[in-house]
């Protein structure tokens, strides 16, 4: 049944502008928070920020021109961050998991998106300076994606570019090219 959901999920670049529900963003939130991570570290974090905010147009603003074109219409912006020390028995270690247990935090929090009818499309193009500026992270923390986060918009609004990208059949590599049986 999980399957549904997780083959639904696509990068969508059409969204309305109306903000997240708050209560709804904290839920996709939750879901990322219960993936696994190394020595259960949880080094994921989360920031975020709703359309129509100032927090919205400072996290938007981190963006490559070409994810703002889309994503000032979503309904939310999502920044996570890695935590990439943890500290062991009064020591302190580098994270060489933090991005994976990051990404995989964030693939749990994409598909509760979509379980609960929101559409949403991870973004590494940003500048992570700014974003860390934005969010205030300090050195220990690396940016690693943003999200935008919404409701499905008007796709005949888009851009012709933007929309051959929405429209475009799902590609995936071969399964025999990424699965080998040892
Ligand atoms: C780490 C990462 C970075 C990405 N960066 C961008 C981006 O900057 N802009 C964009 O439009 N899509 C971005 N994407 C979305 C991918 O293009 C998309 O996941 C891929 O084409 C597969 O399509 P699907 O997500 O609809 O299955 C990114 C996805 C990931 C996981």
């Not at 903000?19 to 696994?36: F, N, R, S, Y």
């Not at 912006?77 to 990051?102: F, G, R």
């Amino acid at each position: 049944m999980i399957l549904e959901p997780i083959t639904k999920r696509r990068s969508h670049f059409s969204f309305s502008g109306e903000p997240v529900a708050q209560e709804k963003l904290l839920e996709i939130i939750e879901a990322a928070t219960h993936a696994p991570s190394g020595g259960n570290n949880q080094p994921w974090r989360y920031y975020y920020a709703l359309n129509g905010t100032s927090g919205f147009d400072a996290l938007l603003g981190c963006l490559d021109e070409g994810n703002q074109r889309y994503a000032d219409k979503a309904g939310a912006l999502i920044l996570s961050a890695a935590q990439m020390k943890y500290v062991y028995k009064d020591k302190e270690y580098k994270n060489s998991h933090a991005w994976h247990d990051t990404g995989l935090a964030n693939s749990l929090l994409l598909i509760q998106a979509v379980a609960i009818g929101l559409k949403s499309h991870p973004m590494g193009g940003f500048d992570p300076e700014k974003a860390r500026k934005v969010a205030n992270l300090g050195p220990d923390y690396d940016p690693v994606v943003m999200i935008a986060v919404g409701y499905p918009g008007n796709e005949a609004s888009l851009p012709a570019d933007i929309l051959k990208k929405q429209t475009a059949p799902r590609k995936r590599k071969p399964f025999e090219e990424i699965v080998k049986q040892l």
